[in-house]
């Protein structure tokens, strides 16, 4: 068992920045690569970002490249999404989600999920 909790959403004026992090407890070791989606309303959920834990891998969907940064810190379990210069269109609830097998931009390659923090950006 994996456990995540997201936090750091908020509302913010487009052109501005938000960091999320992502607490990750339980069975981390299983996991080895760690993933952020969003979902818009009415919209289907959404790759953002992933990382691995253990090698300098990042993957990232093309809308925001340049824009996010996903990072993570071993030691204290936790992993990051910087998001600057937010769009309107960056509004959704972001979720942290730990990675079992298959293509990480995938949401169905994922085992485990946060409960999700909601990121506004008003225009």
């Known amino acids: 068992q994996v456990q995540l909790v997201e936090s750091g959403g908020g509302l913010v004026q487009a052109g501005g920045s938000l960091r999320l992090s992502c607490a990750a407890s339980?069975?981390?070791?299983?996991?080895?690569?760690m993933g952020w989606f969003r979902q818009a309303p009415g919209k289907e959920r959404e790759f953002v970002a992933a990382c691995s834990w253990i090698i300098q891998t990042t993957y990232y969907t093309d809308s925001v490249k340049g824009r996010f940064t996903i990072s993570r810190d071993n030691a204290k379990k936790t992993v990051y999404l910087q998001m600057n210069s937010l769009k309107p269109e960056d509004t959704a609830v972001y979720y942290c989600?730990?990675?079992?097998?298959?293509?990480?931009?995938?949401?169905?390659?994922?085992?485990?999920w946060g409960q999700g923090t909601q990121v506004t950006v008003s225009s």
């Open positions: 339980g069975r981390t070791d299983s996991s080895y690569i």
């Open positions: 989600a730990a990675h079992s097998r298959g293509p990480v931009e995938v949401s169905t390659s994922y085992d485990y």
